[in-house]
T-cell receptor, first 115, second 117 residues
Framework: AQSVTQLDSHVSVSEGTPVLLRCNYSSSYSPSLFWYVQHPNKGLQLLLKYTSAATLVKGINGFEAEFKKSETSFHLTKPSAHMSDAAEYFCVVSDRNSGTYKYIFGTGTRLKVLA | GAVVSQHPSRVICKSGTSVKIECRSLDFQATTMFWYRQFPKQSLMLMATSNEGSKATYEQGVEKDKFLINHASLTLSTLTVTSAHPEDSSFYIC?????????????FGPGTRLTVL
């Protein structure tokens, strides 16, 4: 079975400092991995995805993530946080084995950006 | 492209009534759609997979008679919460992968907040 663990439920950073949101996955197959962001009262927006191509994935708004198979990790980073980055972030693994590409969500990390 | 809408965005109903939520893919076809629920400050939990032209597949623990799903066309799936009770109050979100895109990326609707009094 596939699973995703987001190690931090809350992360606080100062504006202009780096962001690191951690995600570890468990999968018997080559996974597809995603990071989504959810702003208050808004729908989920795809930040980036890994689907077995380049291990360093660049996404929108300056975010990127690196797929590390040896560490079973897919951490999300951004060099410099902006106030507008404050939101809930979800790491997701896609269950390809099911044939229906069901998503399995992590528990989420709430990012707070301090002025 | 790849926009998914939901209607209504917010609904308040009395206990015992039924509520229908629509999920539409506006600019692409979606043979499969997914329904999730999200409790406050929690993650999304998959409720069911909606399949156009066939019965929905429900996740373990989700009552299919309680949460009726109909995938009427390649762009529309509906979730009906029957005989709603306060414990059904939640944020319901749908998503859909685009047919023929060849990837497993899902596009999410903005969600429907259901409050049962």
């Amino acid at each position: 079975a596939q699973s995703v663990t987001q190690l931090d439920s809350h992360v606080s950073v100062s504006e202009g400092t780096p962001v690191l949101l951690r995600c570890n996955y468990s999968s018997s197959y080559s996974p597809s991995l995603f990071w989504y962001v959810q702003h208050p009262n808004k729908g989920l927006q795809l930040l980036l995805k890994y689907t077995s191509a380049a291990t360093l994935v660049k996404g929108i708004n300056g975010f990127e993530a690196e797929f590390k198979k040896s560490e079973t990790s897919f951490h999300l980073t951004k060099p410099s946080a902006h106030m507008s980055d404050a939101a809930e972030y979800f790491c997701v693994v896609s269950d390809r084995n099911s044939g229906t590409y069901k998503y399995i969500f992590g528990t989420g990390t709430r990012l707070k950006v301090l002025a | 492209g790849a926009v998914v809408s939901q209607h209504p965005s917010r609904v308040i109903c009395k206990s015992g009534t039924s509520v229908k939520i629509e999920c539409r893919s506006l600019d692409f076809q979606a043979t499969t759609m997914f329904w999730y629920r999200q409790f406050p400050k929690q993650s999304l939990m998959l409720m069911a997979t909606s399949n156009e032209g066939s019965k929905a597949t429900y996740e373990q623990g989700v009552e299919k008679d309680k949460f009726l799903i109909n995938h009427a066309s390649l762009t529309l799936s509906t979730l009906t919460v029957t005989s709603a009770h306060p414990e059904d109050s939640s944020f319901y979100i749908c998503s859909a992968p685009r047919d023929g895109q060849g990837t497993d990326t899902q596009y999410f609707g903005p969600g429907t907040r259901l409050t049962v009094l």
